[in-house]
Structure formats: C-alpha cells, structure tokens
C-alpha cells in the first residue's frame, strides 16, 4: 500500500494562497498518478486535479482552472497543490489520493486530509 499524509492547509482570507503538500510512504512514487480531491461540508467529495508519473496534468476542475497548480518531485515522494485566488467556495477538505498507472482513475489510496478555509 501507499501511505499518504498531507499539509499545509490553513485558514486565508479570499484572494489569497495557500500550497498544500502530500508526502507518500512508497518506493515507487513516480508509477503512479496524484490527484487532488476536496469535500465540503454537506457536499460530495470532488476531484480537484491530477498528475501524471512525468509531471504532465491530467486535466483540473473547472471551478479551479487557472487559479490551482499541481505539481509533483518523484525524487521526494511529495505532489503539491498551489492554490492562488482563493475563495470562500474552495473551503473543503482536501485529500491527496494515489492511482497505480497500471490503472488509471482507479484512486486506491488516499490521505487523511487537510482543512482549508477561505474567509470572505
């Protein structure tokens, strides 16, 4: 299994930035494909973005396209997600999630998640 852990989630104003960052407990980091996910309160879990093994984007959510970069180094098991132009709507748990390139869009592993906030 891959054991993921994010951070870097916090509480900023609208407009604002934040990067959230997702280490992985794996060997074999660059075999597969990141995404990012987010749930809001009373709300389904979303996708946000996602990475594949390279560093070229799957493709990002339309609500966030423009404002949020993903990003990952296969040399330090991290994948990253900078988060420009914040707003209040973006207030979710954000999850890391991992997906075995031999499968894709089948997320198997997943972090615990971390609060970001965006206050108007």
């Known amino acids: 299994q891959v054991q993921l852990v994010e951070s870097g989630g916090g509480l900023v104003q609208a407009g604002g930035s934040l990067r959230l960052s997702c280490a992985a407990s794996?060997?074999?980091?660059?075999?597969?494909?990141m995404g990012w996910f987010r749930q809001a309160p009373g709300k389904e879990r979303e996708f946000v973005a996602a990475?594949?093994?390279?560093?070229?984007?799957?493709r990002y959510a339309d609500s966030v396209k423009g404002r949020f970069t993903i990003s990952r180094d296969n040399a330090e098991n991290t994948v990253s997600l900078q988060m420009n132009s914040l707003k209040p709507e973006d207030t979710a748990v954000y999850y890391c999630?991992?997906?075995?390139?031999?499968?894709?869009?089948?997320?198997?592993?997943w972090g615990q998640g971390t609060q970001v906030t965006v206050s108007s």
């Open positions: 794996t060997r074999t980091f660059s075999r597969y494909v």
């Open positions: 999630a991992a997906s075995r390139i031999e499968a894709p869009g089948k997320y198997d592993y």
């Open positions: 990475i594949r093994w390279s560093g070229t984007i799957i």
